[in-house]
């Protein structure tokens, strides 16, 4: 009945991430499909197509360079832009869980003049953010300019610029004309230091020819056929395999620390005003609820 059960949610292709190294230990690659990730980012926040595209690629990002992680909590992406998006969060973790948002989520542009959705126009000229909780007791923290917004440019970019390891990175979201997500994954690609001429050659070579990540996935290829065909004529093993989820870890008990950090006096004035106090998680919509019998366990006079 189990290997039944396990032979359903494959059926259903749940979102998956798999790492793997060449057996010369010249080049490490990742890819993820997130179709589900980014379509549950979708409902949750009501996206627009352009949204949608865009939420969807940091997501993918995000978790992608969190599945680098040796140690350590999560990484966030912040993406802020003068283009009608604003801003951009996407937070993952080395477990393959990932949420994010978008500040204008209903924010929408034309096609462009390829014929696809404007990512880089809806970001615009602005900066990448990439921190990394390693655990210590400081996070790491990188920044570089957009390059095009387009968000796989902007982390290859990051990784060149930022921390000095030569990476290709695509990311994408195709959204079905209902407007919901039919396709969504990435790839990430890293040269080690020891990496030779004819290894690259041979990577540049199968990147130029691939087809996109979209229509790799919405063919049906899972990560497995799509680091065959970017790793084509070199030898790889794959180090891991994840299910990837959208997942908010917000809960009462977080938000009720969170009050504890405010300032007593405001959060009197607002239950004299409104009986009450509400906060909504920006990651997944949820409110949380506090009354006043609710804040006075918390003792907050005694810490003013
Ligand atoms: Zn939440």
Known sequence: MIDNQKDDKIDKKEDRLIRAITTDRQIRAIAATTTGVVEKSRQLHNTSPLATSALGRALTGALMIASLLKS????????????????IVAEADLYGKVRGYVKNPDANLPLNDSGKIAVGKGIGQGKLIVRKDLG???????????????????????????????????????VSPEMTVAAAGGFLIQLFPEA????????????????SVTEMISEGMEPEAILNQILEGLDFKVLESKEVQYD????????????RGLDPEDIKKTL????????????CNQTYLFTDADIAELDLEGNS
């Open 136 to 174: 210590l007791k400081e996070p790491y923290q990188g920044q570089v300019p957009l390059i095009s917004g387009e968000i796989g440019e902007d982390i290859t970019y990051y990784f060149t610029k930022s921390e000095q390891t030569p990476s290709s990175v695509g990311v994408g979201v195709l």
């Open 72 to 87: 350590g909590k999560e990484v966030s992406l912040t993406i802020t832009g003068d283009g009608p998006l604003d801003k």
């Open 248 to 259: 908010c870890r917000c809960s009462r008990e977080r938000v009720l620390s969170l009050i």
């Open 196 to 211: 030779e001429e004819k290894a690259i050659t041979t990577l540049e070579k199968n990147i130029n020819r691939i087809s």
């Open 272 to 283: 004299a005003e409104q009986g009450k106090v509400e906060i909504g998680c920006q990651f």
